[in-house]
Every structure is written in structure tokens, then in C-alpha cells.
């Protein structure tokens, strides 16, 4: 069982940047690949980024490749992603979540925090 908690949401102006952290509890958190999701208002669940267990492969979405950054810390079981050069369309809520395997597919990933919002104003 892994738990999950996101932070480091917030409102920013275009162009702006955000770091976002999600937290896990466990002792087998390095054993996770850990996936970052979005989900914008009347939109579906969208993915964003996945980082397999020693940060050695990563995979991004089209939309935000170039922009985004996801990054590990196995010794602080903490996941992040960075979010440079923000748009508008970055605004969702934006979750974390643990699997056995770094995938784009939600549904590979059975543990999976609140979320945390991102608001980018135009």
C-alpha cells in the first residue's frame, strides 16, 4: 500500500513556473514507477509524465514535452515534476500516482494522491 500526497500547486501568470512534489509513504517506494495526470474541468483524465522506479526512463506527453520535467528522489520518497513555461491550457488539477510500471495508461497505476491545482492565467 502506498499513500500519496501532492503539493505545491498554485495560481501563476503565463510563462510562469511551478514545482510540484508528491510525497509517499511506504517503505517500498522505490519500487514504483510514479506517474503525473491531469484532469481539467469537463475534460478526461489526461497523461502527463511517468518516471520508472531509479529514474532512468522517462516519457512525457506531446503537450508538455520540452516544458516538463519529472524527477525522483527515492531517499525522500518523493516524486516531482517541474513545470516550466506554463500556458493557460496547463490548467487542471494535476495528480501523482504509483504503479508497477512506467506507462501512460491511468489504469496501471492503482495508488493515486488528491491532487493538487494548477492555475495559469493568461
Known amino acids: 500500500q502506498v499513500q500519496l500526497v501532492e503539493s505545491g500547486g498554485g495560481l501563476v501568470q503565463a510563462g510562469g513556473s511551478l514545482r510540484l512534489s508528491c510525497a509517499a509513504s511506504?517503505?517500498?517506494?522505490?519500487?514504483?514507477?510514479m506517474g503525473w495526470f491531469r484532469q481539467a474541468p469537463g475534460k478526461e483524465r489526461e497523461f502527463v509524465s511517468t518516471?520508472?522506479?531509479?529514474?532512468?526512463?522517462?516519457y512525457y506527453a506531446d503537450s508538455v514535452k520540452g516544458r516538463f520535467t519529472i524527477s525522483r528522489d527515492n531517499a525522500k520518497n518523493t516524486a516531482y515534476l517541474q513545470l516550466n513555461s506554463l500556458k493557460p491550457e496547463d490548467t487542471a488539477v494535476y495528480y501523482c500516482?504509483?504503479?508497477?510500471?512506467?506507462?501512460?495508461?491511468?489504469?496501471?497505476?492503482?495508488?493515486w494522491g488528491q491532487g493538487t491545482q494548477v492555475t495559469v492565467s493568461s
Open positions: 500516482a504509483a504503479g508497477r510500471v512506467a506507462t501512460r495508461a491511468p489504469y496501471d497505476y492503482p495508488y
Open positions: 511506504g517503505r517500498t517506494f522505490s519500487s514504483y514507477a
Open positions: 518516471i520508472n522506479w531509479n529514474g532512468g526512463r522517462t
